[in-house]
């Protein structure tokens, strides 16, 4: 619990550990683009895939096996806030009213959860589903 707290501080002075692994580099290819909201718990979802944009309130996140997905966190709370973006994935700290964006590569079937550090109710599970190109 100590080391997630001390990742948690670091993260939120703009500091990343060591153990991080780079960004995989996207070299301009995203195949979605996903917006939040911090104050709803990330429940309200509006995508972007091949121009077409639509909006969607859920419980749950769901991407795709090897996708990069851009995601976009607007924090439209009074403070600022630290998000992490599960386990072995790089945190981002975002003032109150700015929008912080990450590219996301799924690399694996491994759920995660996108969740505002420290406070579990402002979180959100995502369940990976295995890729459309997998073969069967």
């Not at 707290?5 to 703009?14: D, N």
């Not at 709370?77 to 072995?88: F, H, L």
């Amino acid at each position: 619990m100590a080391e997630a707290s001390c990742t948690a501080t670091l993260a939120a002075i703009g500091i990343t550990p060591r153990t991080l692994q780079p960004p995989r580099l996207t070299q301009g290819h995203i195949d979605r683009e996903l917006r939040l909201w911090v104050s709803d718990g990330f429940t309200r979802q509006s995508w972007k895939e091949d121009g077409q944009v639509w909006t969607e309130t859920r419980d749950r996140l769901v991407m795709r096996e090897d996708e990069i997905i851009r995601v976009g966190i607007y924090n439209d709370t009074p403070s600022v806030r630290v998000i992490s973006m599960g386990d072995k994935r790089q945190m981002l700290r975002i003032r109150p009213g700015e929008t912080a964006s990450i590219d996301l590569f799924v690399d694996s079937l491994e759920p995660f959860e996108i969740a505002v550090v420290g406070q579990p109710p402002l979180s959100r599970p995502v369940q990976v589903r295995a890729s459309q190109n997998a073969s069967v």
